[in-house]
């Protein structure tokens, strides 16, 4: 469930960027790796406190590892549907 909304929610912020930035492929190639990189924070946080029995940092590495793949299958499908113009959209 949480990779649908995390799916939903980045085609969203990919619009409005791709929509009102001046240069959106630019303010992209900056927003995405730290939205990415925020992504982490939380199963970093669960590795360090161990609040969930059973969480090992294999455990975290492999949530970690699958964020990767989302972001990568989520970026590619935005660029196929929402591709980011050559010139900015004038609105």
Known sequence: MLTAVGIL???LGWAF???RASHPRA???KIVP???AVSFV???LVGTSRSLTGTSWGAV???NSMHLVVA???LTAYLRVLPIPRRPIAI
Request: aromatic residues 0%; positive net charge; proline residues 5%.
């Open 9 to 11: 929610g980045g085609a």
């Open 17 to 19: 960027v791709r929509r």
């Open 27 to 29: 303010l992209l190639l």
């Open 34 to 36: 730290i939205v990415l």
């Open 42 to 44: 939380p199963d970093v």
């Open 61 to 63: 590495a492999a949530l």
């Open 72 to 74: 990568a299958v989520g």
